[in-house]
């Protein structure tokens, strides 16, 4: 229904889901639109829901829109339904209060008060209404005393009670409760009180996505801007003492605009949303993206000509990136994927009613201030279905794929109905901007490995292993698997299987490798037009002379891959990622599952366990082992002694340590690459000496990025130039000196080191 009689003031309710709306519209209003801050829109609002019973939500609109949830639409459902009861008792009326006619002036002033109270004052401010009935109440007290007869002392007798009862009645309501912890520093109509208990989630017009502007009552632990493209967003994160969970509080660019800035993108988006893009536009998101931030652009320019505004074309670059992201984007899902801070970012269902939830490098899980609707993700699974050229509907209820935006790129998996009957879920992985690299595992602030193990995997991947990397889900397993191409020599050949892109394909190929990235249909996707992945993987070992990695091993296609690793021995690294969490799990699920002959699981060398290790209510990812697999085993490579760890990891040092099987030799994969090499043959100390070579000039390129604070050494760039510099000087050193004279190639690659960082300084 609509207000009309009200002028300004119209409304209309509707259902969405178990909520009963009450939306608002204040656009033709003068008062703002705010029940804390405004005495007007308070009453006006109590008004409306005297009219409309069952109201669980409110929504005002003026520019932008403020939605006040549940349990604040409670309080002030509480107060309209107390304002109803006192003013339509008739033991509250005047006429109840006169014993005698004779003494009706006595207390017909107190009276005229008492009622602007209740039938005023109470719904425009509840609580002032409270205060100055208690002080009515306590002056109406002592005029007992001073009644001039019996009959008059018993009407302000009857008058004190009926204020005892009402103010007893507003007494017990919810949000006088709440505010008379700041009682001590109220003052009389001041409405700044009810800022501590409406928190309204905002909006502008021109967004879907709803957002809590308001800090939370929290301890404030950090703060800090990041910048994506013109913009600048303000992160605040908050902890509480009462409660184990950590707010992430982001305030976007969009809501520091003036309000003529937000009708203008109200118009932009108006026109273009009459614009639907097609599939085929969507083939090429990031040209598409180019194309609509020009075409916005102008649009903009047009608007503001025509109203005659002034805006600077760094204004108007800023207003365009913002209409792109709430056209053809994905709104603020793209603000938190800029955050390099940011790992994972996790929408939930139902929609509209839970916030953004997300996974943060220093603070670990953490819920957001923001709020995505309904009509926000279903654009969103729109979006996806025309980028992926994959369906997600009831027949195909999961859809995974990557989004690619100018500063970050990530891997999306989306579920629906029936598989998630309450509604629309996302999950967000965040790929890191640069490939992860030894060096950065190793700095303290990461410790995900020591420079030790560093060395050793550097040695098997020199050495042409065959490793799975085993973990649960968000251990790390893609990540160290990027970090494993760096180690690549870059003049070798790297074939990258996946079904959805994670490994960092094109920052390597910027950085000079030859890498050739193959993408097959999802394990969980229907049939369809997209290569099997078993079909995939067998072409791979036809292209030549090839490092194969596979980014994730699921079913039918780890047949084919062991088939790559058997091939692959002794001719090139092949390496993958497989959900388990240790050795035996990946046989149980690799031979028991998936069906693949325990003759062909030998193919493996070496298994590397990654998972997060928990300490109080925080997770840290760690290397927690790295076993290589003996081929002298039946039926139990458990039972059967096929399994031999080479590193453990030690809780109580939070470090990977040594096996004494490592230390000895005792390492029948170490021993087989020996062979290979002459310089290694037969020779343990050899080998041994040259894992701790690799350890120590990745220990090297740390100590560096410290001395010098310059954090960018430990980036896949530098340690590219130092991995190709390792194997230059390693051969210079062998042809002059017959052998691999470790303390020679150490002091000759940390000389280099050296003078490349000063040089970097220098420029």
Known sequence: MFDNAKGCFEYET??????????????????????????????????????????TIILLTQLREYEYDFSQTMLLREVALLYKRINRDERFAFSRLVVDPVHERYIHGSYAQFQRLISKRLKE?????????????????????????EQQKQSQRFFVQMMEEVTKSIEQLKIIAMLMPYNAEYVLGKREVYGNVFHPITRPDFMYTKLISDFPDGDLVDSYTFTTGNDECEVNVFNFSDDVKTMYHLTPPEFQFEEEVYELL????????????????????????????????????????HKKMKLSEEKVEQLAQALLRYTVGFGLIELLLADPKIQD??????????????VHQDYGDCYTNIYPTHLEVESWATKLRLISGRPLDEANPILDTELKVEGFSSRVAALTAPLNPSGLAFSFRRHRDYPWTFPLYIQPKTRYMNDITAGLLSFLIDNNAAILIAGTRSSGKSSLLGSFLVEIMRKARIITIEDTFELPQEALRKLGY???????????SAPGSEVD??????????????AIFVGEVRSKEAIALFEAMRVGAAANVVAGTIHADSPYGVFDRVVNDIGVPRTSFKAIDIIVVTNPVISGLKKYKRILRITEVRKEWNDDPLKEGGFVDLMVYNPSTDQLEITDELRNGDSDILKRMAGLVKEFAGDWDAVWENIQLRADCKRAIVELATEFNDAAILEADFVTKANDVFHLVSDRVKEKTGKLDSGLIFLEYNDWLRREVKKRKME
């Open 514 to 524: 030859n890498l050739e990235s193959l993408k097959v249909a999802s394990a969980l």
């Open 533 to 546: 992945p078993s079909i995939g993987i067998r072409p791979t070992l036809r292209l030549g002379d090839s």
């Open 14 to 55: 509707y259902h969405e889901g178990e909520n009963k709306i009450l939306r608002i519209y204040l656009e033709k209003c003068a008062f703002p639109p705010s029940i804390e801050y405004n005495e007007t829109c308070m009453a006006r609002v109590i008004d409306a829901l005297l009219e409309n019973s069952g109201v």
């Open 266 to 305: 109200d118009d932009a988006k108006r026109i273009m949303a009459e614009h639907k893009p097609t599939r085929e536009e969507f083939v090429d998101p990031q040209r598409m993206r180019e194309v609509f931030f020009n075409i916005g652009k102008d649009l903009l320019q047009d608007l503001i000509d």
């Open 345 to 358: 970012v996790n929408v939930n269902s139902p929609n509209g009613e839970l916030p953004i939830f997300i």
């Open 125 to 149: 401010d509840p609580f002032a209404a409270f205060v100055e009935l208690k002080r009515l109440e306590r002056r109406e007290k002592t005029k007992l005393d001073t009644a001039v007869d």
